[in-house]
């Protein structure tokens, strides 16, 4: 099969052919129809964070992906050949990718597959953040940082549809796309320090930037309050001073988690935003696209601030021919 391929730390994308993967008695091939690109992607491949996040060289990128299943493992009952479906499972950079059922979910059938590709790593992210960590309920009110972004977006819709109240920390321009998704205020990050403009404190702030945009961040929140991030480390001091809870989290996906987001897409109650769709070919291309929120990363330069705000909402995807 055909595939993309980083061989050595920092080196390019190579695009060639490798062994298509063998399944085992608990897998199933799936032949990708899409996937996505991810920061992940590209800071594994740069080994800068090898430490905590290794991979074996050669490697394939790709953690996400839809596809068509091809040939189920003898142990898998609940899934059969052309079975449209949507996970999560690493090398998705690919024709071909062995996953396991415990991470995949039927592809809603209103979603194509370049959008089913674009939510399984963000969406889960979203719903783990603010429901199984943060413990959002209905009537509370969530800060998210960075809700114009790929997780963020989804964050905004889960938070918004379980009936709180939504509050994005984003760029003024995106003020109207967060309205749209269910936000009912947006602080623009480059006015004004957030927790100057923001009156209320609230229950729960969902950090997807980091840095001191988390420090701020404890001057908010209500006492009992969380501190869920998806980018860094709690300071367990400040939670402890501040008299909050804090905890990153790392995606730990799921089959019934991505079933549940695959029935609030089907119902209509979220959307799956694609920014751009590329050819698996043109998989270096993508990676470009999203350097200009990871400087440094994988020899990537940062571009121009206009470009990023130029760039479409959501995610980057890449289709298999
Ligand atoms: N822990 C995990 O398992 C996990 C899983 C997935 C993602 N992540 C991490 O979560 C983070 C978000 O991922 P993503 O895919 O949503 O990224 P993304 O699509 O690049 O979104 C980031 C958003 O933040 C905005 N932004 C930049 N600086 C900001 C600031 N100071 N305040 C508020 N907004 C700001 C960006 O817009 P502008 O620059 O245009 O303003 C952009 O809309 C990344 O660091 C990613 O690596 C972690």
Do not use: C
């Not at 091939?29 to 080994?47: C, E, P, Q, R």
């Not at 090898?50 to 003898?74: A, C, N, Y």
């Not at 059938?109 to 790593?121: D, H, T």
């Not at 935003?273 to 470009?288: E, G, H, P, R």
């Amino acid at each position: 099969m055909k595939a993309v391929r980083v061989l050595e730390y920092g080196g390019p994308l190579v695009w060639g052919d490798v062994p298509t993967p063998t399944i085992a008695r608990d897998e199933m091939l799936v032949k990708i129809k899409s996937t996505a690109v991810n920061h992940v992607d590209l800071v594994k491949a740069a080994g800068t964070a090898r430490q905590v996040l290794p991979i074996d060289l050669p490697w394939i990128p790709g953690h996400e992906f839809s596809g068509v299943v091809e040939q189920i493992g003898s142990d898998v009952a609940a899934y059969a050949a052309g079975d449209a479906v949507f996970g999560t499972g690493t090398g998705a950079y690919a024709e071909y990718l062995a996953v396991k059922p415990a991470l995949t979910t039927r592809k809603p059938s209103n979603l194509s597959f370049e959008e089913a590709a674009s939510v399984p790593v963000a969406a889960q992210t979203a719903w783990q953040g603010i429901f199984t960590q943060g413990r959002l309920e209905k009537g509370q009110t969530i800060l998210i940082h960075g809700g114009a972004g790929a997780v963020g977006a989804y964050a905004v819709q889960l938070a918004s549809h379980a009936g709180a109240t939504v509050i994005a920390t984003a760029r003024s321009d995106d003020e109207a796309y967060l309205g749209s998704i269910g936000a009912s205020r947006v602080i623009d990050y480059r006015k004004a320090p957030f927790e100057q403009v923001l009156r209320e404190k609230v229950d729960l702030v969902f950090d997807l930037i980091g840095g001191d945009t988390q420090k701020r961040s404890f001057l908010v929140l209500k006492e009992g309050g969380h501190l869920v991030s998806a980018t860094q480390p709690v300071s367990q001091e400040e939670t402890a001073r501040h008299r909050v809870s804090g905890a990153m989290i790392r995606l730990a996906p799921s089959a019934d988690m991505l079933g549940r987001i695959a029935r609030l897409l089907e119902e209509g109650a979220m959307r799956a935003d694609v920014a751009t769709v590329y050819a698996l070919q043109d998989a270096a291309q993508a990676w470009k696209d999203i350097a200009a929120n990871l400087p440094g990363v994988h020899g990537m330069l940062p571009s121009a601030q206009d470009a990023a705000r130029r760039r479409p909402h959501g995610k980057i995807v890449a289709r298999v021919a």
